[in-house]
T-cell receptor, first 111, second 112 residues
Framework: NAGVTQTPKFQVLKTGQSMTLQCAQD?????MSWYRQDPGMGLRLIHY???????DQGEVPNGYNVSRSTTEDFPLRLLSAAPSQTSVYFC??????????FGQGTRLTVV | GEDVEQSLFLSVREGDSSVINCTYT??????LYWYKQEPGAGLQLLTY?????DMKQDQRLTVLLNKKDKHLSLRIADTQTGDSAIYFC????????????FGQGTTLQVKP
């Protein structure tokens, strides 16, 4: 049972480049979310989804897009990377009012 | 809006008890959570408490919830060096969407 799988684990981008962070879960969870973690700020919600075809913005959505075409996958797209997007990104999934499972994270550096 | 606050750092000696505190603003949360993050790793759920409970005990962990003051605490008995990590308090807010509101995290340092 893989749980929540994030790829890649590490990535270095140049300013202005675009990329997609992948997230997949095999637990048939309805809810999926993307967070970014910065020192001293905890985890902040970027985007979330309550089911296939439904997404909404979180606290810090600017510069990121998401889509949820299947229950299993919830990719996060950086449209034009900026140094301010250097962070550790976590994907999470959960079912209704239950434990959220987190991926191992993607460490992104934008130079 | 929703907000969760934690102190940033706590240092204890091995064998002592650790108490990590958290305050939150959303009184309509259903569950409140404690997550542990070890260096370079993701988040691991330690324990959670339903909002109509005052206390929950799970082996060395005790969670206390004061709804009136919107205060949550995590007590770790007989703290070990393996407990050194960042501990995050989180609440699920008033919406049934699976999203969590996290505190800044408390770094627990356990000295031998």
């Amino acid at each position: 049972n893989a749980g929540v799988t994030q790829t890649p684990k590490f990535q270095v981008l140049k300013t202005g480049q675009s990329m997609t962070l992948q997230c997949a879960q095999d637990m048939n969870h309805e809810y999926m979310s993307w967070y970014r973690q910065d020192p001293g700020m905890g985890l902040r919600l970027i985007h979330y989804s309550v089911g296939a075809g439904i997404t909404d913005q979180g606290e810090v959505p600017n510069g990121y897009n998401v889509s949820r075409s299947t229950t299993e996958d919830f990719p996060l797209r950086l449209l034009s990377a900026a140094p301010s997007q250097t962070s550790v990104y976590f994907c999470a999934s959960s079912s209704r009012k239950a434990e959220a499972f987190f991926g191992q994270g993607t460490r992104l550096t934008v130079v | 809006g929703e907000d969760v606050e934690q102190s940033l750092f706590l240092s204890v000696r091995e064998g002592d008890s650790s108490v990590i505190n958290c305050t939150y603003t959303d009184s309509s949360s259903t569950y409140l959570y404690w997550y542990k993050q070890e260096p370079g790793a993701g988040l691991q759920l330690l324990t959670y408490i339903f909002s109509n409970m005052d206390m929950k005990q799970d082996q060395r962990l005790t969670v206390l919830l004061n709804k009136k003051d919107k205060h949550l605490s995590l007590r770790i008995a007989d703290t070990q060096t393996g407990d050194s990590a960042i501990y995050f308090c989180a609440e699920d807010g008033s919406s049934n969407t699976g999203k969590l509101i996290f505190g800044q995290g408390t770094t627990l340092q356990v000295k031998p």
